[in-house]
């Protein structure tokens, strides 16, 4: 097929795959385009770039490293989480209050507290015995968390009677995308450090356990996020609908999400190969042999999964921003998680522009699977209740939802299975 | 006193119940894990699969139970058991088997487990519905009040009906694993093939077998863990990876590949989470004479709000990761 | 007709080929030993002859019978056992459990064979409820050749049994190996202790970069002075 043979350099072979999948994925968005409106099409094309950010984080991880995570979600939700804090307007309820102090000194006990149970955890340097240590830093951890937590609620509890939450920045949006970045690149390095020493599957549980406990935690702190009651609107780094109206604040913000994805892509494809970017497929490829030549495996695995990450969280601020709506709710696995997996496996894992290709692709399918699958539900319950005299069951609509999840679980198998590499698959050659 | 029986309500009984439901989890999920190698995280759904066919069992023949003296439900989890088994045998020749002939790394089976476990949700939810419903239906759920017989203590330490199906059914369930993996014939091969699967190859043993009756013992007991939740609480179609998370944490502190671990492993996890959630000033509350005037008591002491009840799971992943990844009974394979 | 034969088996591990070509014959009653220097393929061909390696060329006949490429299962069936080098144990199960192991095809048998191979190797009587992970490497491979023995085959191969044993362990093996002969199994052997091996051989072969250098009684081929000086270090 594509298969190139391994003398002659890759970049003299004419992309004849690559112009065919790209040619039919234009006049798909095309098609979109003539059918649905520029404003709704602009929308989406907005919705897939910020998927194709999120992609090339996991295609990082997974295509170029052999990590797998399985909480995209949850750093979604961060990235998502920062753009709102730094770009929404200040709360004077919470400012103008003594609230503030109070908050502040409350997670100055929390640093005070962490400072001195890691202190008793370095207490067998004076001489005390290990396990006493070890019982005196347990003993501290447990008091002073009960003593630190409920200040904190006290504190919170305050901030939602008194002032619904603390409000945010009042920052422009790009800085949140900085340091949704940035947390997600903090939670990445903190779960790596754990996990990569150790077997890939546990790097997929406890991704997906920090997910989950992620999306509870912007859930559940109402004094941080408005938890349920969502917030809303988001400002947007660009001119929004009111000034330029819809189609061209769009294609504004469409624009912006674009010079990202060049950008990421030409640093990606520079460190690729980069010297770093062999060593990294080196270590995918055969981790022993690498290990014997000296190379630091966890360092670098810790490197590229932490980058991941960070786009991740940028890949979230970025369209949470666009949405305009802070939902902690609306973070699922199947959106946030599955759909950007199914997007890289699908695509070309460790292929950049096929993971770009399977982000627009199936974000395109999966946006209009929506009308498609309530039609075809329609069909057969018309179907049923002419030939079977069947009542119609409800909620038509999340029954529809489910057999999209139905849909995107067999497409991750089959997959899998038929198509390992992708559509476009990552062109290997011989690390020279 | 009657705080004492306060604590035994909320935390010696309803460890013991969460902690059997993951117990019951792990031992699959570990299983699994010392015969193909990789953590499958479509346990969960397969657990709320039986619990969605017991379900549909009981709302099909509602009657049965009564004619029997017990709940309708538990009457249908045989039947439930041999679907899930038969459904988990499916899904291994349908999505698992074809990769392992083609020799992938452990964690493409994950992804694909990962694939399977969207596959069972839609399917669940699509015939189940989303919502909670309870598996008692025209039945009503016999709840028992012990009185303890101290003239301090007024209040009853209450157990209701389907925790004590719900003993008595983990019990059968370990004493019948020990004695399949102890002394039958293919459980002695299980067991050889989790310890070294080349020379069990070299035996003589056919490993296809083993695969199958792995995926047999595997899916019942997801079953059985999946009804016995539903019975306690309500049948909720959309816990997924809420119990999975505990379900790794309590297989991998019980060390992996390790069924005695795995059980140990899901009643530390349990019952670390209703203590976690547990409200200390209750037992606290009767010394506070005893406090100095400036320290007082909050009204809520517990360390995590039930709301962040997975933190804890998450905990204990990390820490025993962190300091003894083996395990606590050390497992098998860590690398 | 031999009772396994190969003929010019070509194999290896993805597409990179070890054996180039490797002939061997024995007989029901004989001991055949394969030695040759590290990376000769030895062990090798005695995981193509136990189908652990998919043999690309050529043809392994077990009483006349094409066996390669047939899967383990399959060949215990057929009367072979194989004691691998390394992880030659069940080491969570104990003693009895992985002698049971070897009579899985056969659980009619265990009873009777049990008695037998306790009386073959007393010291496994006393250790049988213990785990043989607990085991000295000579008590392992004690177990290991009980486990092989106890599904009654008539040939058994053998990866370098006497590796990293203490030399009185190995004499002892070697002397087992001869009195299973003796009962009329049929032995392959791959072994690093080339003269002694050859010294109870039937048939030696030694192998070099894939391929037969010299095929002959294991005396004859322990009095060429070529062979002595190549191979067996002087």
Redesign the interface.
């Known amino acids: 097929m594509t298969d190139t043979p391994r003398s002659q350099p890759p970049a003299r072979r004419f992309p004849r795959r690559e112009v065919i999948l790209f040619a039919a994925l234009l006049v798909a968005v095309l098609g979109v385009y003539a059918m649905m409106g520029v404003a709704y099409s602009t929308r989406m094309l907005v919705e897939a770039a910020c998927y194709a950010i999120l992609a090339l984080g996991l295609t990082i991880q997974w295509g170029y490293a052999g990590q797998f995570n399985a909480g995209v979600m949850g750093f979604v939700a961060l990235g998502g989480f920062a753009a709102m804090f730094f770009s929404i307007p200040v709360n004077d309820a919470f400012w103008d209050s003594e609230l503030p102090g109070e908050l502040g000194l409350a997670l100055l006990y929390l640093l005070g507290a962490a400072l001195v149970v890691y202190g008793a955890t370095k207490l067998d340097r004076l001489g005390v015995p290990k396990r006493l240590r070890t019982v005196i830093a347990i003993v501290l951890a447990v008091v002073l968390y009960l003593a630190v937590i409920s200040v904190l609620r006290g504190v919170t509890g305050e901030i939602e009677s008194r002032a619904g939450f603390i409000g945010g920045l009042g920052l422009p949006a790009w800085t949140g995308w900085i340091v949704g970045g940035m947390l997600a690149g903090g939670i990445g390095y903190f779960i790596g450090h754990i996990c990569l020493g150790l077997r890939s599957d546990y790097l997929a549980i406890a991704t997906l356990g920090i997910a989950e406990i992620i999306k509870a935690f912007l859930k559940n702190s109402d004094w941080l996020t408005r938890g349920t009651a969502t917030v809303s609107p988001l400002p947007w780094p660009t001119p929004g609908a009111g000034d330029l109206g819809f189609v061209l604040s769009r294609s504004l913000y469409l624009s912006v999400t674009a010079v990202m994805i060049a950008a990421i892509f030409f640093l990606l494809h520079r460190a690729y190969h980069a010297p770093w970017g062999r060593m990294i497929r080196a270590i995918r490829d055969n981790e022993v042999s690498a290990a014997a030549m000296g190379k630091d495996i966890n360092r670098r695995r810790l490197e590229i999964f932490v980058l991941g990450c960070i786009l991740m969280g940028i890949g979230g601020a970025a369209l949470t921003s666009f949405n305009g709506i802070f939902d902690p709710q609306g973070f699922l696995p199947l959106n946030h998680t599955f759909l950007v997996l199914v997007m890289v496996i699908l695509g070309g894992p460790g292929n950049n522009l096929g993971t770009i290709f399977g982000a627009v692709a199936v974000y395109l399918i999966w946006i209009m699977s929506e009308p498609l699958a309530l039609f075809l539900m329609q069909l057969a319950v018309s179907f049923g209740e002419g030939v079977f005299g069947w009542d119609a069951p409800g909620h038509l609509g999340s029954r529809a939802l489910q057999a999209r999840v139905f849909v995107i679980g067999l497409l991750i198998t089959l997959v899998l299975r038929f198509a390992p590499k992708g559509l476009l698959p990552e062109k290997v050659r011989h690390h020279g | 006193m009657n705080e004492l029986v306060f604590f035994i309500n909320n935390v010696i009984v309803a460890g013991s119940v969460t902690g059997s439901i993951y117990a019951i989890g792990a031992v699959g999920v570990t299983l699994i894990f010392s015969i193909m190698r ?2 499958h ?1 479509a346990h969960a759904d397969m657990m709320t699969f039986g619990a969605a066919m017991v379900l549909l069992l009981t709302l099909a023949f509602p009657g049965v139970g009564s004619a029997v003296g017990l709940p309708t439900a538990v009457v249908m989890l045989p039947l439930a058991m041999a679907l899930t088994a038969l459904l988990a045998v499916g899904v291994d020749r349908a ?1 698992y088997k ?2 392992r002939a083609h020799g ?5 089976m ?3 487990s ?10 669940i ?2 015939f189940a ?2 919502s909670g419903r309870s598996l008692y239906i025209g039945e009503r759920k016999e709840i028992y009040r012990l009185e303890l017989p101290f003239e301090a203590i007024t209040r009853p330490v209450i157990v209701t009906e389907p925790q004590v199906i719900l003993f008595v059914l983990t019990i059968a369930a370990v004493v019948g694993l020990h004695l399949f993996l102890s002394r039958s ?1 293919l459980g ?2 299980m ?2 093939m ?3 699967p ?10 296809n077998t083993i695969v199958a009756v792995t995926w047999v013992i595997a899916g019942s007991l997801a079953a059985i863990a999946g009804t016995l939740l539903s019975l306690d609480v309500t049948f909720k179609p959309d816990l997924s ?2 119990l ?2 505990p379900i ?1 944490a309590a297989a ?1 502190v019980g060390g992996v590949g390790h069924p005695y671990g795995a059980i140990a492993g899901g009643f530390v996890v349990g019952f670390a989470e209703t203590l976690a959630v547990f409200n ?1 000033t209750v037992l606290l509350r009767p010394f506070q004479q005893h406090f100095p005037g400036w320290l007082e008591l ?1 009204r ?2 517990a ?1 995590v ?1 039930t ?2 009840k ?2 804890v ?2 905990f204990i ?2 820490a025993i ?2 300091w003894r ?1 083996t395990g606590l009974f050390k497992g ?4 | 007709m031999p009772l396994l034969e190969a003929r010019d088996v070509y194999g290896g591990y993805g597409g990179m080929n070890i054996l180039n070509g490797v002939n061997l014959a024995i007989e029901a009653d004989e001991i055949g030993v394969i030695v040759g220097p590290n990376g000769a393929g030895k062990s090798t061909m005695l995981k193509a002859v136990f189908g652990l390696l998919a043999v690309s060329q050529g043809e392994i006949l077990l009483r006349g019978e094409p066996i390669h490429n047939l899967p383990a299962n399959k060949l215990v069936q057929k009367g072979m056992g194989f004691i691998p080098q390394e992880h030659n144990v069940f080491p969570s199960l104990t003693v009895q459990e992985n002698l049971e192991m070897g009579a899985y095809l056969k659980p009619e048998n265990v009873k009777r064979m049990l008695e037998e191979v306790y009386a073959f190797f007393p010291p496994l009587r006393d250790k049988r409820h213990q785990s043989a992970g607990e085991l000295s490497g000579g008590q392992r491979q004690m177990v290991a050749m009980g486990r092989a023995l106890m599904a009654e085959p008539s040939l058994l191969l053998l990866d370098e049994p006497t590796a990293g044993l203490s030399p009185l362990y190995m004499n002892e093996i070697f002397e087992r190996v001869k009195e299973i002969n003796a009962a009329g199994v049929g032995i392959l052997m791959v072994e690093q202790n080339a003269k002694q091996a050859l010294a109870i051989a039937d048939k030696g072969f030694v192998l070099a970069a894939g391929q037969n250098r010299f095929t002959d009684t294991g005396a004859a081929l322990l009095a060429d002075p070529e062979v002595a000086r190549s191979f067996l270090g002087g």
């Open positions: 990789f953590a995280f999505f074809p990769l992938v790394k452990p964690i493409v994950v992804i694909a990962l694939g399977v476990t969207l596959m069972l949700q839609g399917v939810r699509l519905g989303t014939r002695k091969a067991r050889a989790s310890d070294n080349d020379l069990a190859l070299a035996s003589g043993i056919n490993t990876f809420f999975l998370l790794f991998i200390w909050p809520n002491l360390f709000g709301e962040y997975i933190v799971p998450f992943l990390v990761l962190v990844p098998k394979v860590i690398t």
